[in-house]
């Protein structure tokens, strides 16, 4: 069974950072195209960024030039990298790899 986890969300003020990790067991990590969504509540959920195992990146236009994807096969991890944050990313953020499994999301606020 695939168990994803993520973590690393909070506070941070609009033109800062932050670095959230997704942390997935039970699959073929480094084969696994893995992606990150976000959701505002009453919105539905919107893909972010993805990472297919060649490390070949896509971006959602409106996180392009500010949001980074990577990840790493042996810690089985992939991160977002997030600068220049505005309000307007204040979401839940969450993993998924390429079968379906999500995780329960971490949250992320942007706010002064």
């Known amino acids: 069974q695939v168990r994803i986890v993520e973590s690393g969300g909070g506070l941070v003020q609009p033109g800062g950072s932050l670095r959230i990790a997704c942390t997935a067991q039970?699959?073929?990590?480094?084969?696994?195209?893995m992606a990150w969504y976000r959701q505002i509540p009453g919105k539905e959920r919107e893909f972010v960024a993805d990472?297919?195992?060649?490390?070949?990146?896509n971006y959602a236009d409106s996180v392009k030039s500010r949001f980074t994807i990577s990840r790493d096969n042996v810690k089985r991890t992939v991160w977002l990298q997030m600068n220049r944050l505005r309000p307007e990313d204040t979401a839940v953020y969450y993993c998924?790899?390429?079968?379906?499994?999500w995780g329960k999301g971490t949250l992320v606020t942007v706010s002064s």
């Open positions: 990472i297919d195992s060649e490390l070949n990146t």
């Open positions: 039970g699959n073929i990590f480094w084969l696994s195209t």
């Open positions: 998924r790899d390429e079968k379906g499994a």
